[in-house]
């Protein structure tokens, strides 16, 4: 491939040349959900955004040569609170949130990742790795805890870097009277008999969240992998702390060459998020009325999260979400249409270099309005995630299923009977009470009169 690929890395703080360890086999972890609810559309930022570099690794370097690994957490306090909350089995509730989960993720475009580890299917890996870090003093057990000694490593902080003075003052630190040092994290905790919990030398327990990660990376991708990915909130200290932990177990200098963050998505200035109670799930933009009156197809979805580039705030508003659509309303015809109308030049090598400039889809979508081919402008939208025909089986699929066929019917049967009578002004009538429900008439040369949804 003739195009180099760049990507800007977190940890060097600038764009660089993505050079991979091994060309046959590029290998990108991006943390996954914590299935204990239903995901909200600023959680589908980071799924859309390295789906689409997954499907541009894919292009570049051939799809059986990328693995990419996105994990499913369902060992979590807060799954433990709301499976008691509503009464039902942690694994009822891990279960029914991964279902709707799969779901959304499909609705929105996203390929499957390779493997989608479960942190509960990996204890034995995460104790392997605290282990590792016991021996070689990077971790201590105390009172059925395990803490990863956090002054044991000299550049600690080298993601986020900052000073661990810095990090003290900005971080809600649990003060615990088995901590040895303040910024030290918990790998293991004990667990109450009614707790989740799971047999290791240090008494029956779980894991902390940040070793889940380092665990299920080393199973599936080794010790050290290209990519790790994330939305920019996990910078510090979860993947501060994966680093710390990957880095010291196996003794290398770097758990990922390149991390990658996505920015915000946000509502009115301020971060969507479950806390802040500011949220609209994927789940409701696609099957309820609860957003801008309507339901929304995954490919608007998609469109106009691509309309921002990863890296930036993007504002999550109705009017944006119409924008894109009447964009994609243009292109789905043009497609349909099927017809060349001029001469596309290099539309297709601007679109992909414009990708390969660290993802930069809002440049790639707005070359779309100067393509002439509708091939090509098909192919350009699904190297992004876009099928233009699903979205146009969508739209036919909401506009038919509110539509009452039966009174369309009667109202057709009227017509041809008004028509019969010669009572032309009660057929037009008629007519312009369809149209105005969205129907569209034909009449055919054998009499019958069939009729479509407009769009
Ligand atoms: P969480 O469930 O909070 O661990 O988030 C899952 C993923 O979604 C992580 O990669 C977060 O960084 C990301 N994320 C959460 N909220 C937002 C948001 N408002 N905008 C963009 N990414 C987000
Ligand atoms: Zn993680």
């Not at 000694?149 to 971080?171: H, I, Q």
Request: net charge negative.
């Amino acid at each position: 491939m003739s195009q180099t690929l760049r990507i800007y890395n977190t940890l060097a703080r600038e764009k660089q040349e993505f050079r991979p360890l091994d060309a046959s086999n590029v290998r990108m972890y991006v943390c996954g959900p914590t299935v204990y609810d239903y995901a909200h559309i600023g959680n589908a930022r980071p799924l859309i955004v390295f789906d689409v570099l997954y499907r541009l690794l894919r292009h570049h370097y051939g799809a059986d040569h990328v693995t990419y690994v996105r994990n499913i957490t369902d060992v979590d306090d807060k799954i433990n609170a709301r499976a008691a909350e509503r009464g039902i089995s942690i694994r009822e509730l891990t279960e029914e949130t991964n279902r709707v989960f799969q779901e959304d993720v499909r609705a929105l475009g996203c390929l499957e990742p390779t493997v989608q580890p479960r942190a509960t299917e990996h204890i034995a890996e995460m104790i392997s790795i605290i282990e590792r870090l016991i021996a070689s003093r990077h971790a201590y057990a105390a009172d059925g805890h395990v803490l990863f000694d956090v002054p044991s490593m000299k550049d600690y902080g080298r993601l986020s870097r900052r000073s661990l003075d810095e990090m003290l003052a900005g971080a809600r630190v649990d003060v615990a009277p088995y901590k040895r040092g303040d910024m030290d994290f918990v790998l293991w905790k004990p667990s109450k008999e009614n707790e989740p919990g799971w047999d290791s030398p240090w008494g029956r327990g779980r894991p902390g969240w940040h070793i889940e990660c380092s665990a299920m990376s080393w199973k599936h991708l080794g010790e050290t992998f290209d990519i790790h990915g994330g939305g920019i909130d996990l910078v510090f200290p979860h993947h501060e702390n994966e680093i710390a932990q990957s880095r010291c177990a196996f003794d290398h200098d770097v758990m990922a060459n390149y991390w990658m963050h996505n920015g915000f998505l946000q509502v009115e200035g301020e971060k969507m998020s479950k806390s802040l109670g500011n949220f609209v799930t994927i789940h409701e933009l696609l099957h309820t009325e609860k957003f801008g009156g309507r339901k929304w197809p995954g490919e608007v979805l998609r469109l106009a999260m691509l309309r921002t580039h990863y890296r930036q705030p993007i504002d999550w508003t109705v009017k944006a979400l119409e924008e894109a659509e009447t964009s994609l309303r243009r292109w789905a015809e043009f497609i349909e249409a099927g017809e060349t109308t001029g001469d596309s030049g290099d539309f297709f090598g601007q679109f992909v270099g414009a990708l390969k400039d660290d993802l930069n889809t809002p440049l790639a979508m707005s070359f779309l309005h100067s393509v002439f081919d509708p091939r090509l402008l098909d192919d350009a939208l699904m190297l992004v995630g876009i099928d233009a025909r699903s979205y146009v089986q969508w739209i036919e699929r909401e506009t038919r299923r509110g539509v009452d066929a039966a009174a369309i019917g009667a109202l057709i049967n009227a017509r041809l009977a008004a028509r019969a009578a010669k009572d032309w002004a009660e057929s037009d009538r008629i007519r312009d009470e369809l149209a105005a429900m969205g129907i569209a008439l034909k009449d055919n040369k054998d009499g019958t009169t069939t009729w479509e949804v407009k769009r």
